[in-house]
């Protein structure tokens, strides 16, 4: 090899090792803002940025509710919502998010199996919305077709049924619109 080819092989090796760019910190989601915390892993597991509920349009805030305080931290993203709602479980996240004409609604994990849970939903379309029992556990599934363009407003609440009647976490989670 001459002398020519073993300095340019090694200056190149030289400048490969210290030509190292960081990338931003939204660079490895590919949105403008990266979700965080037990919102994020969440979010990750039900596939990120290309995934069920896409980017996110805005930073983690904390939500307050009437009788309770500081209830936990909500965020929003092109498809839905997702909120760490603590007071019904330490790890508690629950999701809502609308896509090919149905609205879902996703929760995961509580501090404990429970029984059954209360699922509440709303929506410009049905004001009232409804109310169903689902099969406990410590995480869940919920959907029903889309009959508004407004999105459908989520809440839950783990359940304990006995014999005469069910005993039930004293609140409902942070709401998630989807």
């Known amino acids: 090899m001459s002398r020519r080819m073993i300095f340019s092989i090694t200056a190149g090796l030289a400048l490969a090792g210290t030509i190292v760019v960081a990338a931003p910190a939204h660079a490895a989601t590919g949105c403008a803002i990266t979700p965080y915390g037990l919102i994020g892993a969440r979010w990750a597991e039900l596939g990120g940025a290309n995934g069920k509920l896409g980017c996110p349009t ?40 609308s896509t090919n004409g149905y609205a879902y609604f996703d929760w995961k994990s509580t501090d404990r199996f429970w029984d059954k849970f209360l699922v509440r ?58």
Do not use: H
Request: charged share 20%; with cysteine.
């Open 121 to 178: 939903w709303t929506s410009a379309a049905d004001p009232n919305g409804g109310q169903e029992d689902f099969i406990g556990g410590n995480r869940g599934k919920a959907w029903t077709r889309l009959r508004t363009n407004s999105g459908y407003r989520w809440n839950v609440k783990g359940c304990d049924t006995g014999v005469f009647g069910s005993r039930c976490q004293p609140y409902w989670t942070i709401s998630v619109t989807g």
């Open 58 to 97: 805005t930073q983690e805030t904390d939500v307050y509710m009437n009788g309770v305080g500081w209830a936990g931290r909500r965020q929003s993203f092109v498809r839905g919502q997702m909120a760490w709602s603590p007071k019904n479980g330490s790890k508690l996240v629950v999701a809502a998010y």
